[in-house]
């Protein structure tokens, strides 16, 4: 398996398995999470066309894709974060540019169980290690409590470091309120 890291997307068929493996991954959370979790594709085109973004692709020997990944350090190209936040909390690391965040990791159904999410966190994990620097990603509670995905990622980085710390730096609820009628 080999990991190629790209900054702009503009092979046309390379762009469509992206967005097919992308959706295949996450649209199913639309159904099981509050927070819209699979970007529109106009969305996702803007992030396969940002630069400031990485694109992490994970190659099987034959060189056909079967994994995916964004990854960067330039907190203004993520939509839905507040780079403020970052900037209040870890000031150095940010001023230095020290903080990553992965947008999704994707792989394709025929990889699953495969070495190719574990070769795409490994890969992004050494860029920021490297510098001593800071990984964010959000994981939905679903993702959380059926896949146990903040454990996975935990356990993936620590076979890699020794001194890892994980935190859950921030959470958010979704509340309802119903009104059934009168008994």
Same mark, same amino acid.
């Given at each position: 398996?080999?990991?190629?890291?790209?900054?702009?997307?503009?092979?046309?068929?390379?762009?469509? &398995?992206?967005?097919?493996?992308? &959706?295949?991954?996450?649209?199913?959370? !639309?159904?099981?999470? $509050?927070?819209?979790?699979?970007?529109? %594709?106009?969305?996702?085109?803007? $992030?396969?066309?940002?630069? %400031?973004?990485?694109?992490?692709?994970?190659?099987?020997?034959?060189?056909?894709?079967?994994?995916?990944?964004?990854?960067? +350090?330039?907190?203004?190209?993520?939509?839905?974060?507040?780079?403020?936040?970052?900037?209040?909390?870890?000031?150095?690391?940010?001023?230095?540019?020290?903080?990553?965040?992965?947008?999704?990791?994707?792989?394709?159904?025929?990889?699953?169980?495969?070495?190719?999410? #574990?070769?795409?966190?490994?890969?992004?994990?050494?860029? #920021?290690?490297?510098? +001593?620097?800071? $990984?964010?990603?959000?994981?939905? +509670?679903? !993702?959380?409590?059926?896949? %146990?995905?903040?454990?996975?990622? %935990?356990?993936?980085?620590?076979?890699?470091?020794? +001194?890892?710390?994980?935190?859950?730096?921030?959470?958010?609820?979704?509340?309802?309120?119903?009104?059934?009628?009168?008994?």
């Amino acid at each position: 398996m080999l990991i190629k890291v790209i900054d702009r997307i503009t092979d046309a068929t390379l762009h469509e &398995t992206m967005w097919k493996m992308y &959706t295949d991954a996450f649209e199913e959370l !639309n159904h099981l999470a $509050v927070q819209r979790h699979l970007m529109f %594709r106009s969305e996702f085109d803007e $992030v396969m066309a940002d630069t %400031r973004v990485d694109k992490y692709l994970a190659l099987d020997d034959d060189g056909t894709i079967c994994g995916v990944a964004t990854y960067t +350090n330039d907190l203004e190209a993520v939509p839905l974060i507040a780079p403020q936040y970052f900037e209040r909390h870890w000031p150095e690391h940010y001023a230095a540019h020290k903080i990553w965040y992965i947008g999704f990791v994707a792989v394709s159904p025929h990889a699953q169980g495969r070495e190719a999410f #574990a070769q795409l966190v490994e890969q992004m994990y050494m860029v #920021a290690s490297a510098q +001593n620097g800071l $990984v964010c990603l959000d994981i939905c +509670n679903h !993702n959380d409590e059926v896949r %146990r995905m903040s454990r996975v990622f %935990r356990m993936m980085v620590s076979r890699l470091s020794d +001194n890892m710390k994980f935190t859950r730096i921030d959470q958010q609820s979704y509340w309802l309120y119903e009104f059934p009628s009168a008994a």
